[in-house]
């Protein structure tokens, strides 16, 4: 028996999320079925973040075990065979058996796109959230300041969930503005967000904040005081799911310490 | 009577190109009968650039004649109510009656995106072509060079093209390399080429032979003789639409336009 640790891309559009529900296409339900189809064998597999319906992802990681003869790194490949063209296993390794790719430290970067332009621009409406109205940036490149360190991030969480413990800590957030040509007359906005982890609705919640704050309808004191509320209505709403983008995981040295890890 | 300039945006996934033909969905086609439904009067367009199947648009250029008491700048918005989500008009403004987007000079940009991973990436899939092999994209910024200037282009037109002279000027051809995240194992490359006219696919062909430079299958050299030689043969095969952008068209001082400078 081997441990195979998969890194997946996928375009979010499509699915209900990552996580398997009855009668709904999933990213993970696709991954299972493709494995099985590929190995002839029952497959279970954990995800290392459940991404929401019509997020993307670079590189979600997860892992399942198999009998299978066929070289670990060489699995990629073969089942991108079985998968539909929007999911694509880019790599694949044998990890150690107690590996879980959410009970392991992780470093996870997600990435959120803003078109901000008059108009929406077709080629870009399916993977950024369009917004009219120009964006300070320099004021959302402030606020983005107060998330970075370890907080409790109660107010950034959605509503209803059961994780235990809430605090969670942010390496760094950055608002970066990319120029659009002339004649779009606006620009993209990024914000970059790494942490070690993430709860239900966190970076979507923090990036309909910072757009409050873009639009001058907030300051960066009201966001101190919501983080410091830790009460969801004192944060903003929650950005659309298309502009998020999970780019990657990276796994330290430890194995197994046994943390929660919530849903995005 | 007032004649109308378009800015027009789109995705050309789900369209066979800008020009009309019976019985498919073009883009020309979905501007026309939006603008009849807005106006209730017959609308003719006119394109600055016919972009075949599959190719993509931020900025290409049309103009229409029109009886309508609608402001010009407000046409834009207005129209993009009866237009499907893949087309977006930019920007309207009144232009001198004899303004024509075809035959008053112009500089035009496209720009054509390749990934470069050793795996498909779905996120990306629509917008750009994926190469498998590692491109050496040093050789192809100094194949590039050898296109600069005014050419007998007829080697990178589409053969069986009527046009009478095939003599055009590119004024730039720049290739950059943009890294993608670690996990991803590779690069997009961006080929951004203006010039004040193209021919039939030669955007295409040039990158389709760049595309053999940057994998080693032919020299600089080979290039420049390809585009001696004028025969269609020389060159490289014709790149895949979905990667191509027309990113905008400026028309210079004698554009007719009531305004300063127009940049379109």
């Given at each position: 028996m081997k441990r195979i640790r998969l890194t997946i891309a996928y375009d979010?559009?499509?699915?209900?999320?990552w996580q398997m529900q009855d009668g709904a296409a999933t990213v993970e339900g696709a991954v299972k079925e493709a494995l099985e189809q590929l190995l002839g064998e029952p497959v279970e597999v954990a995800g290392a973040s459940r991404t929401d319906a019509g997020v993307h992802a670079m590189g979600n990681v997860a892992v399942f075990d198999t009998e299978t003869k066929i070289p670990p790194e060489k699995i990629a490949l073969a089942v991108n065979r079985y998968?539909?063209?929007?999911?694509?296993?880019q790599k694949s390794e044998e990890v150690a058996p107690d590996f879980h790719p959410r009970y392991c430290d992780s470093t996870k970067t997600y990435e959120y796109t803003i078109t901000n332009t008059p108009i929406p621009i077709p080629t870009l409406r399916r993977y950024s959230h369009h917004v009219y109205g120009v964006l300070k940036v320099d004021a959302m490149q402030e606020a983005a300041g107060?998330?970075?360190?370890?907080?409790?991030f109660s107010a950034f969480c959605a509503a209803?969930?059961?994780?235990?413990?809430k605090v969670r800590t942010i390496y760094d957030v950055r608002v970066e503005e990319i120029p659009l040509p002339l004649e779009m007359q606006g620009s993209q906005i990024r914000i970059r967000v790494s942490g070690s982890g993430f709860l239900y609705n966190m970076v979507r919640i923090l990036v309909g904040t910072l757009l409050e704050v873009g639009r001058g309808r907030r300051t960066a004191a009201s966001v101190e005081e919501a983080l410091q509320s830790g009460?969801?209505?004192?944060a903003g709403p929650t950005a659309p799911a298309?502009?998020?983008?999970?780019?990657g995981i990276e796994y330290g040295e430890?194995?197994?310490?046994d943390k929660e890890q919530g849903k995005v």
């Open positions: 979010g559009t499509a699915y209900c999320g998968l539909p063209e929007d999911i694509r296993v107060i998330f970075t360190g370890t907080h409790d209803g969930s059961q994780v235990k413990s009460e969801r209505s004192q298309c502009g998020l983008m999970l780019v430890n194995d197994g310490t």
